[in-house]
């Protein structure tokens, strides 16, 4: 069950080596190598364009309109971790400005992904500090509720453990769990492998038909050309 | 009752020294200092980032599908007045281009916030006129049925008079209505005085649970920290 | 009736000189240059800002979560054309990143409009390869179902046949039929001719309302001006 | 300025020959006979079909996930009123069950209009409680923040007044600002009284196009019938 | 392209006998035995549950907030007829109540298919006038400006002919293009006389897996059990 | 992980008398219970008004548009059972129908909760099997691709593991975690216990403001009254 009023102090993250080239291949290229799973939901933008991130997950539950824990998942931050921050229901409130931003950043926050709003987006953006959200606003919250620390949460869709890595980009946020960060990043390593080559036949007109042998399947499932 | 086919002409502006200051301190610092209310909704979009800007609105009711009053409000406009559009029944369709920009600008308008779609975005940005809106879109719009010009209005959910101020940035848009005008100024310059030394603890290292005191009223409320 | 499983090779697209120079217009003009018909719906949003293309179309229509027959549509791209993906259901997923591009480019195509999710949007950026779609997403597909390429499909709303001309900018994305592409063309340049005169006009002060002759019509229409 | 933490005790509510009376009419007919002006947003659904009912709004303003005001306007209730409870910002939680609906109804209130969700809807509807919501969630709320009672708010996106009336059946719910109630009554009768004839006189084959005499404008506007 | 300001008068209906029977199908087998296409949104929902229709489509084209053209369509309207009313852009508006559904029910129409809002639904209930919409709203419209009537139109996503069949019930509303209508109403019957031998293998405990012989595609599939 | 391509057949199941019991508290209740955790979002819908059920959590992850992995979950079922379909990505089509419901009812399933559409709605009513989805939809699906059966999964945004408990009721749907079934349902008899005395004291005009003694914390927190 999801405890309420908690901080977990000692939570094992993955290691950073392996957290840390994550990055390097992108939320696409990771939720590939890990079976096609562990993606947030698309409505998950980052706030300005660019930024490539991995690093490792400490989670916070919020309640909707109520930042304290923000401040507490603070203490509980170390250099490489990004926080992840879940709701207990659906609200686009700003939980998020450019004084948490300061305080992140000077733990060693390498971003932050939130099922909720934020704002100072402007200063955020001149921070270089990137952050990957549902909503932007200016809509301040209170201090009156405890969420929980380091528990795992759901955040837009996806079950996060504390210490899982998480990679972000353009393209949006994955979850890779700890157990599996060492296969995924060889799974991942091993598709970029292949990638130069594949691009330059298509570059050259090779089609994907060929490429992939796709003719075969695509007659046998029945696809009929006609003139 | 929302008059239909009326165009107030003489309306109260909040005084342009209160208004004009206002831009500086962005939506966010300005919803803080009136207590966390008056923003609009957070699907109000800026058409380009980095625009900040406050004046005085002059609000324009629209129906569905129709710019019809789009060309009255702006015989109303005077220099630094932010024009306000809201809509009888939802819509996304562009009401407003890069002619009416022109027109507006012509007359001294600072911005266009409205809630529906607007069209020429590129333009507008060239132009520099910023616009807040709910949609981008192609949709042009017949001029058929009357609205009304600088009544009160409800603009993606916030009430707006004619003469309040608004503030809008990246951040989201805020309406301060005209009688809070200068205690809201006030609020906002305090609140931001402050702010330069609490950036630098944090930035420091300093925590926000012991810069805000947060520690004992989080353990009074039950927070329970397991190694 | 829709026809699933079948690939026309054989489709007639608008003449070049005029699917190319409808780019010139926007997606705006031209829309109103075909009397307010044929837009997709405005969540159709390009991935990058700036683009302004027109050609035409082949059109492809795709099972939610498999991308099998963008690979069977690649094959029949020719130089000029823009790729409008349909689907059999809403879904938000993945279905286009940046091999898909490389082939897309390699055969000319100008762009595509998807109503889907698309991904790899930092590379596609960097190859200014412009799409406009619903969404992005990491989120992959799969390959095993056949859709159809080359039949009329409704896409965000609209109906486009293959071989019609599709505009599309940072407003939107038009269809203009094969049938009326020149009459809409005509139409876009004379709507342009006036435009000039028009813009010079407000921007020297002269009023939409005395511009356009709208006060009889709006008195007539009973608006009244309270002073 | 919306204020916060007050409670207006004594506020001026329509009359109740006025109030009671705009029932009958439901909110379509109420609706155009202020000029098609006041509806609350569509997505406000009854939780059971066939209520219709009118009354004097007391309105109470609350904040995302917090119900604590919904017992301090309890207190305001006199009988024949419609509690219409404001958000700061969305939120679906359920802030009204059986136990405040016991205690709305002892007061002697007619029904609640809430920008939100509210659960026991199984035994609201066997107390025959009507509500209007946005939702329907068995989320729990917590008591920890001001908001106000009796102050003006927007509903879902409709400006409400303490004392106006409130009109709401299976169409959804319209606000009667107290000082248009009499008219709007006078011209509810008066729309009603035609209805009667229209309807025969349609069900007996008469079209619209003949009755409205609509042909000729329409073919002044230009309609052109094909064989 | 879609015209605007036309009424075709002369369509060729799907012959009667088709038509008619197709209802008793249901919207999803008629949409399996199709192929899988044909379907609206599934946002279009029924204003009461139970109903169960087909009929011939006539079709009509509107504008956000104006009904005008269901005055026209209703002159078009025979016995046996479902309209299906489009919209040029998205909008809730209540387009359709008692008295055109009075209108619509004397000339002989089934159903209204709209992608719109409606009103008066517990009237409309009382008199069994089925209505399948994207919303129910007390929202009034606009006489105002010419749509079409009896031209192809996309509605909720679909593309409808007039002359087309449409079949409607709790679970949605498909199109049968009329060219496909008696192979459909023939593919369906036939789907329809296994169903029953099937419910009964399944009610006596014998699994789809067995029956549908999944077993071994499954386990080609990589399909493993792990106890 | 999220593992695909599995099925567990072992799973261990709350005990049958802490699962039986719960139904009877409803979803409102029993989430309380639990500190206000554990529920779906509230987009989940029952198809026919009036079900109250409680059962143990077989869970299934299905694709988008394929609903193979249905027929594999059938075969786990259990008397007592509640089938719990999470989805890869968000999807509305028919993944369920009568032919299906038939089965799941003969193997002992007291209800279905998906996180996408269901069709064959009216005959699943009068069958009395209830499901809570996310849609209702005609739209059929394929049979192509390996989910997982009795792997934990997100569904509507909460986190179940087979054997869990499931509660739904016209409120909603909660999830009971196997370890804590036994305390909430302690926690939910003690809750509904002092329910009568509350009800009795509210319906006689006591005003929760008193009964829970909240006076004196509003008026700390400023409450003002103004007369």
Redo the contacts between chains.
Sequence with gaps: ??E???????ITRTESHLADQLAHF???TV??A??????L??YM?PIY??A?VSGTAVTVLL????N?M???V??QIRPGDIVVAAL???????FF????A??F???GARALVIDA?V????TL?EMRFPVWSK??????T?????GSVNI?V?CA???VHPGDVIVA????V?C??R??AEATLAAATQREAN?GE??AK????V???DM?K?REP?AK???????
């Design positions: 069950m999801t309420l009023g908690v901080v977990y102090r000692n992108g939320s696409a939720h590939e890990m079976g096609r799973v562990g993606l939901a698309p933008r364009a660019g490539q309640h909707p309109g109520d304290w923000m401040h507490v603070a203490e207990t229901s659906p609200n686009t409130d700003g400005g450019d004084l948490l300061t305080s950043q000077s733990r709003g704002r100072d987006v402007k953006t909503a932007i606003s200016s809509k301040g209170i201090k009156a509720t405890l795992p759901v869709g996806a079950l980009d353009d393209d949006g994955v890779v769990p157990g599996v990638e594949k691009r298509l570059a050259a007109g089609l994907g038909l992939y796709m695509l499932a029945g696809l009929r050309y006609i003139d």
